[in-house]
């Protein structure tokens, strides 16, 4: 199979492009929101409640569409012990007794931090989480999740 | 365009499965396409930082080993651009990487508006089956329902919801019991003196589907529909709900599926003999969030207690649950439920000499009311659970309804109530936790005033999704006077089951 320099050139961008993203030790988590939405800043009791899908819509009915990643990942960790004040054990319990009452489904998750973001920019009810490198102009970082702590943007 | 579209797609493959191994083993420049993030270094695992490359020079040194993708090392200098012409190309090439990569995000995420990011159906349920064993002397009561007091493995739920999500303001869920019921039931206890024989279901009959027909027989059962709703929700604070619902009243009744619950016995209260376990009709939901507070509630109307699925009369039930639940500084949840509703039990006849003159007389009237308190609280290893229910039933006059569909015992008007509390706590080792539980229920009947129901357990938690549950309970029959002495209906059971969700 003949590959033009074009194709090689594809192939490599797909292949940096998916390359996966790790928490450096020092690096942070943004949490993101699309750049639309009317939210400059999130509390971490409001975060807590967005996460646990006890608040489903933004101001004006808009549905909040969050997104959360792997759930053993080490971002998704650091978030859930930050916002949530869970771990993992403890999460898998607290949705898996949510289904069996029939509540709200939990966010959904996607593969990777760089996914997230750009989920968050094309969504427009969308919040997510990445690392703070990841958060570009295309999406608005409304709280810093560092040092298990929720921080302001 | 197809060659790169089929390299592309080979790429991502590549890419995927690097992700999969988890072996992110060199940094890659990414922050040269329009949707990522800038140019800056994507560390290790073990965070050794690397140096950003060059933006638009798509270089690439990696040099892993657990990752073949990623093993390779590749030097691309010999497709710098060299020309205006090649720089556009380049350009309009990460274009196309970057659409078609947020094209392959988006599908992943089944996503291409906020309104239908939402999973389309999913399937999840729990399944539990074991042991039990049930002490009661020979002449009881309690044997007179048609279950057995030997040792015998038992079916106990096999539940599975499908939930429909099909965008973000509508669901429907459906919950389905799968059961081998009606076979082995009890229809009619025997009464050789008035010359009744005793009747059982039996659902077993010839498989004339089988390749040798006549001589394979198979017991077909059937399913327990627990619920069927379509909820539309406009806002945090307004939904509604539609359709067989379980009733929300307390915390049992909700929770209702043996992974949630911390024991295996419901209390009396629970089963349907107070306010109805389903119930057919809408209600309206909704909570507020205040700090860290969440406000809920949930008011409905319904066709009530009834003895089919239909309304025989125009008097409908109402109902209301309110909540107040935390997660700070540990979760808890308080609740408050209250019911009214008006059972109405209707003869249909003719007259053999006016067949097509159907009548409908009510020979069973009256109506109850309900209200319950809850908690619920859960501080790290410990959980502990307590409700109230209080009923208040009054006959409409002669309208009275046998006890047990035995001649000449009718329920008297009554002011009925339960209680039960359970407190569990994990240990650290091997998933054990024990608890203990204590039901107290006042339901005057011919068997005695009330009932307690002390009990022991052990749950042993091998995962998040599978337990072995285990439950000792004692039931003790008696007056609150003392009056009579009813120990002869005392019984003791012992219920185990291996439970797993999924």
Request: aromatic residues 10%; charged residues 20%.
């Amino acid at each position: 199979m003949q590959v033009t320099r074009r194709e090689f050139m594809v192939l490599l961008g797909a292949i940096g492009l998916s390359t996966r993203r790790v928490l450096a030790g020092s690096e942070g988590l943004a949490v993101i929101v699309h750049p639309k939405l009317d939210v400059s800043r999130l509390s971490d009791l409001e975060l807590e409640a967005i996460y646990l899908t006890e608040r489903r819509f933004w101001s004006g009915n808009k549905p909040i569409v969050p997104f959360n990643l792997a759930a053993r990942s080490e971002a998704r960790i650091s978030f859930d012990s930050a916002v949530l004040r869970m771990d993992p054990d403890t999460i898998a319990r607290y949705w898996r007794d949510r289904r069996v009452r029939s509540g709200s489904p939990p966010p959904r998750q996607a593969p990777d931090p760089l996914t997230v973001v750009r989920l968050v920019a094309n969504l427009e009810g969308a919040i997510g989480y990445a690392p703070e490198s990841l958060a570009s102009r295309e999406v608005r970082v409304v709280a810093r999740v560092k040092d298990g702590k929720v921080q302001a943007p | 365009m197809t060659g790169n579209v089929r390299i592309l797609a080979i790429g991502i493959l590549l890419a995927a499965k690097a992700n999969a191994q988890n072996t992110p083993s060199a940094a890659r420049n990414t922050g040269d396409l329009p949707t990522s993030a800038p140019p800056t270094a994507v560390s290790q695992a073990n965070s050794t930082p690397v140096a950003p490359a060059n933006e638009g020079t798509a270089t690439e040194s990696s040099t892993a080993g657990a990752n073949p993708a990623a093993s390779e090392t590749i030097s691309t200098t010999d497709v710098k651009p060299s020309s205006d012409a090649q720089r556009k190309e380049l350009e309009e090439l990460k274009e196309e990487v970057r659409r078609l990569r947020a094209d392959v995000d988006m599908s992943q995420a089944s996503t291409d508006s906020e309104n239908s990011y939402q999973r389309k159906i999913e399937l999840y349920g729990f399944m539990d089956m074991g042991f039990q064993k049930l002490w009661v002397r020979n002449g009881s009561a309690a044997v007179g329902v048609g279950t057995s007091r030997a040792s015998t493995f038992a079916l106990g739920n096999v539940n599975l919801y499908i939930d429909a999500n099909p965008n973000q303001t509508w669901r429907a869920l459906t919950e389905l019991r799968f059961t081998n019921y009606p076979n082995g039931n009890l229809e009619q206890i025997a009464v050789p003196s008035l010359g009744q024989n005793q009747v059982q279901t039996n659902t077993s009959i010839p498989d004339v589907n089988a390749p040798d027909p006549g001589w394979n027989n198979v017991n077909w059962g059937a399913f327990v529909l627990e619920q069927a709703w379509i909820q539309g929700t406009v806002t945090d604070w307004f939904g509604v709900r539609a359709g067989y619902w379980l009733t929300p009243f307390g915390i049992w009744n909700i929770d209702h599926g043996s992974p949630t619950l911390i024991g295996l016995t419901p209390p009396q209260f629970t089963r349907g003999r107070f306010y109805p376990q389903h119930q057919l009709g809408v209600q309206i939901v909704g909570q507020a969030t205040s700090r860290s507070w969440t406000f809920g509630y949930t008011a409905y109307i319904s066709n009530g207690k009834t003895r089919g699925t239909l309304d025989p009369t125009e008097d409908k039930a109402f109902g209301l649950r309110l909540t107040a639940q935390t997660m700070r500084p540990f979760p808890m949840t308080f609740g408050l439920a209250g019911y009214t509703g008006r059972y109405s039990q209707q003869l249909v006849s003719v007259s053999p000499a006016t067949p097509l003159d159907v009548v409908t007389n009510e020979v069973v009237g009256y109506r109850q009311w309900d209200v319950g308190a809850d908690v619920s609280l859960d501080i790290q290893k410990f959980r502990f659970r307590t409700e109230l229910a209080i009923e208040r039933t009054d006959y409409d006059g002669a309208k009275l309804e046998l006890q047990w569909n035995i001649p000449g015992y009718y329920w008297p008007n009554r002011l009925t109530w339960g209680w039960y509390t359970i407190s569990a706590y994990q240990l650290p080792w091997l998933g054990l936790e024990p608890y203990l539980s204590c039901e107290l229920y006042r339901f005057p009947n011919m068997l005695s005033e009330s009932i307690a129901v002390p009990g022991v357990g052990l749950n042993i938690h091998f995962n998040t999704e599978v337990q072995l549950k285990s439950q000792f309970t004692r039931v003790l029959f008696f007056d609150f006077n003392g009056a009579e002495n009813h120990s002869a209906q005392n019984m003791s059971m012992l219920a185990t089951r291996l439970v797993i969700a999924y």
